[in-house]
């Protein structure tokens, strides 16, 4: 009776661990997704820096020399004036009105879980419940003795 029991709590923690698992896995995945649209932003907006720059050089270099000029003469620097503030802010905004037009389901389905990660999900819960399975269960040995236990574990798992 005791075996039965301590493979009842057994199974109930395999499922337990298996479905804490699928959790946190999906969590985590989500994460990764809002990730990376925080990064293509951060891209965007870095792309939108570099064009400013190259296309606004020396205009932007001369005024940043006079704004660190000033700054010293003030004896304090900040970025009331900064020349690239405002194209950063211009993206940023830009960026985030983009995503912000378009329906909550489309914004969720930006971070969700696309097909290709459930399947790799499914894939690891599979095999962890396919691992359970074929582990023998563990059985003392004077019920291993036992002929109907032990031709049962002869062919457990295959």
């Not at 499922?15 to 649209?37: F, G, M, P, V, W």
């Not at 660190?68 to 503030?85: Q, S, T, V």
């Not at 802010?89 to 830009?94: C, D, H, L, Q, V």
């Not at 009105?97 to 999900?121: F, H, N, P, R, W």
């Amino acid at each position: 009776m005791q075996f039965l029991i301590a493979e009842q709590v057994a199974l109930k923690n395999h499922l337990y661990n298996r479905a804490d698992h699928i959790l946190k896995e999906a969590e985590a995945i989500e994460n990764h997704n809002q990730t990376k649209i925080i990064n293509n932003v951060m891209e965007e907006t870095l792309k939108s820096i570099d064009t400013a720059y190259q296309n606004n050089k020396e205009e932007i270099e001369a005024r940043m020399f006079d704004l660190a000029l000033e700054g010293i003469a003030n004896g304090r620097m900040d970025y009331a004036k900064d020349p690239i503030l405002p194209k950063v802010i211009e993206t940023i905004n830009r960026t985030v009105d983009k995503i912000s037009k378009i329906s909550k389901e489309e914004q969720d389905k930006m971070v969700s879980l696309t097909e290709e990660q459930l399947a790799g999900i499914r894939n690891a819960d599979t095999r962890a419940r396919d691992e359970y399975i074929h582990n023998e269960p563990k059985i003392d040995g004077s019920l291993r003795n036992n002929p109907t236990v032990a031709k049962v574990l002869e062919s457990w798992g295959k």
